[in-house]
């Protein structure tokens, strides 16, 4: 065995150390490797397809989606499970393959759908002046408008639409404490609740109404969006509330001032006739500005006095006939309780011009010896005239400017009342005539004054 083994071992040595002496034949050429069939790339999941969109298209993909009933989440781009849904419902309904990625056909129809929905209602985002909040309104819902100093208000004809946009100052307010005041209103019956630390929402039956409201602050500036509807309405309504909800910005960049919004074009306020001869007081702020001022039915006024320390204007009318001038009397000091006697705008009373009366409460601010009025009158009560409960002439009122926002501990004073006795000094100032004689009823001697600016 041995032998045999020695014998191999140097069989191989010897072919070995030939080869080392020999060129090497060519090497064969070694046959290719078969080719590996390419790894077949994972399926991309919905989400994922989603998530590779640009931001813009997600959101306009949600909106849509609201519009057409079938997502009722926030629309706010991001990619969740209830979108997904959405889309595969919209497919269904649609005959289409359930993927939960829309197709460019399928996107353009979706698209399509929403627009027409949108212009059936009248679908448009604005910017409350009054309030510097904005808002996504269904116009076309909403013909009636109306506002005044805690903000503005839309309605349907009927008023089965109402919508709401507050503002109100709070000391040191929290999304809790807002939320727990809301759900306290009469009437209210809360299903559903959300409250964040920078928002809340609450939504329900308010009666026979639905209602949802939405609240912000910043702060002591506290922002309300509410919404009410009849059930009758909500296959119209739902889309928009989702709709309005994720429009709502109760805080927009460069939307925030530190004093009054724009003057209007043409704004309205009332005036008193003091004089038989065409005198008028009102208020000062509220004629401020103007290239014309228009007495209503009666035509063109002059602005004969002011006086920027107390607020007040004369304007005089000439060739009037019959005007019955109110009794100015000799009140000192305001009571308590008065009614208001003015003219609302014309957008609080579908343009008419009737003369309204409103009851307030009458409270001294601090030690200015300013006296606030509250609830605070509509536009167009500027310049209205204060009656007690005895008939007598009380003083002029006042809607302040509004302030957007304000100092986080300030409190600010939405209508104010200028005391009878400082009205008469400066009509006694401008040398008018007054008339101290029994009044006759207020209202006739209440007018509505309108200003014309650039």
């Known amino acids: 065995m041995r032998s045999w083994l020695t014998a191999t071992w140097m069989i191989a040595a010897a072919t070995t150390a030939a080869s080392a002496q020999t060129a090497p034949p060519a090497a064969a050429a070694k046959p290719k490797p078969a080719a590996a069939a390419p790894a077949r790339p994972a399926l991309q999941s919905p989400a ?58 399928e996107r353009g129809i979706l698209q399509a759908a929403a627009k027409k929905l949108q212009d059936n209602v009248g679908w448009k985002i604005v910017t409350d ?20 100093a805690n903000g503005s208000k839309w309605s349907s004809t009927s008023g089965s639409i109402q919508i709401q946009l507050a503002r109100r100052k709070e000391a040191a307010p929290t999304t809790a404490a807002l939320a727990e005041q809301e759900k306290k209103e009469p009437g209210r019956k809360i299903e559903y609740s959300a409250i964040r630390p920078d928002f809340f929402v609450l939504s329900g039956m308010q009666g026979l109404k639905k209602f949802y409201i939405r609240g912000a602050f910043r702060d002591s500036e506290v922002r309300l969006l509410t919404i009410l509807y009849d059930q009758a309405t909500e296959g ?29 074009k043409v704004e309205y306020a009332s005036g008193v006739i003091v004089s038989d001869d065409g005198a008028i007081v009102t208020d000062r702020q509220a004629i401020d500005g103007c290239l014309s001022i228009v007495i209503a039915g009666h035509g063109h006024a002059d ?32 009571k308590p309780a008065l009614d208001l006697i003015g003219i609302a705008d014309p957008q609080n009373q579908g343009g008419a011009a009737a003369v309204s009366r409103l009851k307030v409460s009458v409270t001294p601010v601090g030690t200015t010896g300013e006296l606030a009025l509250s609830p605070a009158p509509g536009l167009g ?74």
């Open 48 to 105: 994922d397809t989603a998530s590779a969109m640009a931001q813009a298209e997600r959101l306009a993909i949600q909106s849509d989606l609201a519009w057409a009933g079938e997502y009722n989440g926030a629309i706010n781009g991001e990619v969740s499970e209830r979108m997904v849904a959405a889309i595969r419902t919209f497919q269904k309904y649609n005959g289409a393959q359930q993927t939960g990625v829309l197709n460019p056909q």
């Open 236 to 264: 119209t309504m739902a889309p928009v509330v989702i709709a309005m909800s994720s429009a709502f910005n109760a805080f927009p960049a460069g939307a925030i001032a530190a004093g009054p919004p724009p003057r209007k």
């Open 303 to 334: 602005k004969l006095a002011e006086d920027k320390a107390s607020d007040l204007a004369l304007l005089r009318i000439f060739g009037a006939r019959d005007l019955k001038p109110l009794a100015l009397g000799n009140r000192a000091t305001a």
């Open 381 to 454: 009560f500027s310049g209205a005239a204060a009656i007690d409960g005895e008939g007598a002439f009380a003083g002029l009122v006042q809607l302040k400017p509004v302030i957007v926002a304000g100092p986080a501990n300030g409190s600010a004073m939405q209508a104010a009342l200028v005391p009878a006795a400082i009205v008469r000094a400066f009509l006694a100032a401008s040398m008018v005539s007054m008339n101290d004689a029994p009044s006759t009823e207020a209202a006739a001697s209440v007018v509505r004054v309108i200003c014309v600016r650039k």
């Open 129 to 148: 002046t009054l309030t510097g909040a904005r808002i996504g309104l269904p116009t076309k819902l909403l013909p009636q408008q109306a506002s005044d």
